[in-house]
Structure formats: structure tokens, C-alpha cells
């Protein structure tokens, strides 16, 4: 569990904690607009990417293998990061970082399933995780921070080394390895459909606040996509061995557990970004003192998932992750009501309850996902949650992201109508939107900077209002739709002749 927990840690950890150093890389690799949100992108598109063909190998070759080998590409493509020279050898070894760590999420699980096969012990084992997990995504920030000011941006990438190498043994030392019964032949067609699916999505919904929704590389990019993935469907369906199985959807609660993970990591997860945006532009915090601002949501998912693993024993998953995604809403709107006048303290109390929401959700809707199939199908299970939770993070980066643009550009136009600035109000509310304020006030003659400065405070908090809103919206709404997708009679786990037996009745 150790190990795991550990694998799990570094290749989430590096979906948000490259943000906070984000404006270092810009000014040390002379980087462009584009190639800083690929930073961020490609890791995400990969790990998504890979996720279900990474869990269709660890069936046939074994888990620990893939584990291993996954541990091995990520190590390594955290080197090539931190000695990266330019924007496009950076964002190339991000790529292979992120099918490194598909290779680590889509084992994580099946490896702790099969490890901990009585119900109880296994609900600990992934509660354990789900506070390792969620913590990392939240913890990003603070430990960005940390690096970028002590010793330099690289070493948030560099730091993975000695961790790596050290899990590396452990795994070949400690872990014991599983593999299906009867696994399949690899599914390239299908991976090459979906990966060009998910790769070109991503590519439309990043791309669309720069060129506009009905721009021809965003529409493109949205065709290719959905012929991409009408391709995969297919594809699957033809197969003899396909690396998602239709009947994976046969018991409802496979979609029910896949939309409780889009639901918190479009918004939970994907809102860490805007946050800490927040903290560095418009409260004007250094890193570190960003970072330590986001510790009440950490701490509050450490307790809340420990709390969730004694919960998942005795209570139905379905109203578990409902009450979960409840409360991340409930957090969201809280955090929502923010002015230009508040200091952090006005996220305080909604970062503890979305905290208490995101641990309640984590280990639950993953008991669900892994309990609904069968043991030879853990694997394949695992790839699905996990690209659900990499994919989930970035259509919410980027879709939140156009309703903040959007809110946050009106706001500065309607801020400097009237004044000197009104004519390059477009101007600086694209540089507002995309958290370049110090490089535009830095432009502004003296006299104009407290203008500038104060329209901007103004709508940078404006748009994180609004998606704030919306992403309780979207949290809600989950957590009214997994109710009856979640069902106690589709979830089973293995018994002691490796058969599946159902789950405790309270599940």
C-alpha cells in the first residue's frame, strides 16, 4: 500500500504543482503563452491518454510489471524536465511523463484490490489512497511554492528522482504481482482512436480561449475528436478482445461511479488552478505564502477520507459519494461569495467543507468503480476511473477557464469605460484573464496603474465567482445523478477461492 500510495503521490502531484511555477519556467525558457499552457496540457492529455491501454497491459503482463515500468518512464522523464533547455523539450518530456504515470494510476488500484481482497481491509486500503491522491492534487501549490522560491523551478520536477528510484526497488522488492486469468490481445486501434479523441478534445477546449470557439483550429479540432471517437466505439465493438469491454457497462454503476470522478475533478480539482491564481495576482502572495493558504482544503480531505474509510463499511457507497459531491458544491458556493475587499480567510470556511466533500467522494466512488467488475476486469476498471479523473481536470481547467475569460474581460471593459485605459481595455482584460497583471501594470504609466490595478482586482474576482457558481452547479447535479446509478446489488469483490461475491448489503 505504501508503494502505491507513494506512485500515486509524485504523478499527481505533477498536475498541479508545476501552476505555481509556471511564470519562472516563462521567463527561463523565454516561453510563449502556448507553450505554458501545453506544460500543464500534455501531462494531462497523456495521462489520459494511456490510462485504459496502460490497465489493458497490466492484465496481460502483470501489474507489477507496469507498475515498475511506469515508475522507470516517469523517473526518467522528470530528469529530461528538469534539464529541459526550451519550451518544446520541456512539453515533450511532459508527454512521456504523464504515459509514465497512466502506467502508475491504471496499476495503482488493481495492485491494492488484489493485495487487500477482504471488503473491509480494502475500503482502509483505498481510503488510505484517497487521501494520498487528493492531498497531492491539493497539496501541488504548497509544495510548488516551497521549491520554486528555495532552490528553482527545475526542482519540481527533479525532486521526483531519489522517490522514484527508491519506489522502483521497493515495488521489486515488496509488491507481489497478479495479472488476469484470461487476458486479451492488446487493443492498438483502440488506443490510437482514443487517444486521438481525448488528445484533439483537450487541444479544442485549451485552444478555444485564445482563438475563439468558432475558430477553424478549435472547430477542427472538435470534429476530429468526435470522429475519433465514433471511430473508437466501433472499434470496440468489433473487437474480440477491445481494452474497454461493453460489458464493463452492464451494471449501471460503472457509469454512476465514472461520473461521480468527472463531477469532483471538474470542479474540486480543476478550480486549484484559479485559486492559486488568485492568491498570487490578486492578493499578491509569493508562492510558498499561496500554498500555505490552500492547506485547510489538504488537511480537511486527510481527515475527512480517514473518517470515509470507517463510513464505507456500514453506509452505501451511492449516498456517500451524493453526500460528497453535496458538499464539494456546498464548499464551491461558499468560496463564491467573495469581494475585492477579502483577504484569504474568505476561502477559509469553503476550502474545509469541499476538503470534507472530496474525501468522502475519493475512496468511495473508487470502491464502487473496482467493486462493479469482476477480478479479471480490476484492472481495465482502474484505467477507466483514473482517465475519468486526468480527463475530468482538464475539460474542467478548460472549460471553467472560457466562463472566467469571458466574465473577466467584460468586467475590465466595463471597469475602464470612461477612463484613459478605455481603449486597450480588451488588451489588458486578456493579460487580467490570464494572470499577467504584474507584466501589464509594469507597461502602465504611474498614474494609470491604480485604475488598471483596481478594475482588475475587481474582475479577476468577478470571474472566479462565476465559475465558482457554475462549478457548484455542475457538483450538484452529480450528486443527484450518481443516486440511482450507484446500486448496492452491482457491487462485488472477491471471496477466498477467487470467485466474486456481493459487496456487505450496506453498500
Not at 495521462?47 to 489493458?56: D, P, R
Not at 481536470?393 to 467584460?410: E, H, K, N, P, Q
Request: charged share 10%.
Amino acid at each position: 500500500m505504501c508503494v502505491v500510495s507513494v506512485g500515486s503521490f509524485m504523478l499527481l502531484l505533477d498536475v498541479t504543482i508545476v501552476n505555481i511555477a509556471l511564470p519562472d519556467i516563462e521567463e527561463a525558457l523565454d516561453a510563449s503563452l502556448t507553450d505554458l499552457q501545453w506544460v500543464v496540457a500534455a501531462y494531462a492529455v497523456a495521462l489520459s491518454a494511456a490510462l485504459l491501454t496502460a490497465g489493458s497491459l497490466a492484465d496481460r503482463f502483470g501489474r507489477r510489471a507496469v507498475f515498475s515500468w511506469g515508475m522507470a518512464v516517469f523517473t526518467l522523464a522528470s530528469l529530461l524536465c528538469g534539464v529541459a533547455q526550451s519550451p518544446l523539450m520541456l512539453n515533450l518530456a511532459r508527454v512521456l511523463q504523464g504515459v509514465g504515470g497512466a502506467a502508475l494510476l491504471a496499476t495503482s488500484l488493481a495492485l491494492l484490490a488484489a493485495a487487500h481482497p477482504d471488503n473491509k481491509e480494502r475500503h482502509v486500503a483505498l481510503a488510505v489512497w484517497g487521501a494520498v491522491s487528493g492531498a497531492a492534487l491539493a497539496v501541488g501549490p504548497l509544495a510548488g511554492g516551497i521549491l520554486v522560491e528555495g532552490v528553482g523551478w527545475r526542482w519540481i520536477f527533479l525532486v521526483n528522482l531519489p522517490v522514484g528510484i527508491l519506489a522502483l526497488v521497493a515495488t521489486v522488492m515488496r509488491v507481489e504481482e497478479s495479472r488476469a486469468e484470461r487476458p486479451g490481445a492488446i487493443d492498438w486501434p483502440g488506443f490510437l482512436t482514443l487517444g486521438t479523441a481525448l488528445g484533439t478534445l483537450s487541444f479544442g477546449l485549451l485552444r478555444a480561449n485564445e482563438e475563439g470557439w468558432g475558430s477553424t483550429p478549435v472547430v477542427s479540432a472538435f470534429i476530429v475528436s468526435g470522429v475519433s471517437l465514433a471511430a473508437f466505439v466501433v472499434v470496440e465493438r468489433i473487437r474480440r478482445d477491445p481494452m474497454l469491454p461493453g460489458e464493463l457497462f452492464e451494471k449501471i454503476t460503472t457509469t454512476g461511479a465514472a461520473l461521480g470522478v468527472l463531477a469532483m475533478s471538474t470542479t474540486a480539482f480543476a478550480l486549484l488552478l484559479y485559486l492559486t491564481l488568485y492568491l498570487q495576482t490578486v492578493l499578491g502572495h509569493e508562492p510558498l505564502a499561496a500554498g500555505l493558504r490552500l492547506l485547510p482544503l489538504t488537511l480537511s480531505i486527510f481527515v475527512a477520507s480517514a473518517a470515509a474509510a470507517r463510513l464505507g463499511t456500514s453506509l452505501p457507497a451511492r449516498w456517500l459519494v451524493s453526500a460528497g459531491l453535496a458538499c464539494i458544491g456546498t464548499g464551491l458556493l461558499l468560496m463564491g461569495d467573495i469581494s475585492a475587499s477579502d483577504d484569504w480567510t474568505g476561502l477559509l470556511a469553503g476550502q474545509l467543507v469541499t476538503g470534507l466533500g472530496v474525501g468522502l467522494v475519493n475512496p468511495n466512488v473508487v470502491a464502487a468503480a473496482m467493486g462493479a467488475v469482476e477480478p479479471a476486469r480490476v484492472g481495465v476498471a482502474s484505467g477507466l476511473s483514473n482517465t475519468c479523473r486526468s480527463l475530468g481536470i482538464a475539460v474542467g481547467v478548460a472549460t471553467l477557464g472560457s466562463v472566467f475569460a469571458d466574465r473577466v474581460r467584460d468586467g475590465v471593459h466595463d471597469a475602464l469605460a470612461g477612463t484613459p485605459l478605455e481603449a486597450r481595455a480588451g488588451e489588458l482584460g486578456h493579460a487580467v484573464a490570464s494572470g499577467q497583471v504584474g507584466p501589464a501594470l509594469a507597461q502602465l504609466p504611474g498614474e494609470q496603474r491604480e485604475v488598471f490595478a483596481g478594475a482588475a482586482q475587481g474582475a479577476f474576482v468577478d470571474g472566479l465567482n462565476s465559475i465558482l457558481t457554475v462549478a457548484a452547479v455542475v457538483a450538484f447535479v452529480g450528486a443527484v445523478l450518481v443516486l440511482p446509478l450507484i446500486r448496492s446489488r452491482d457491487l462485488v469483490t472477491a471471496g477466498p477461492d477467487g470467485e466474486p461475491l456481493p459487496i456487505a448489503a450496506g453498500h
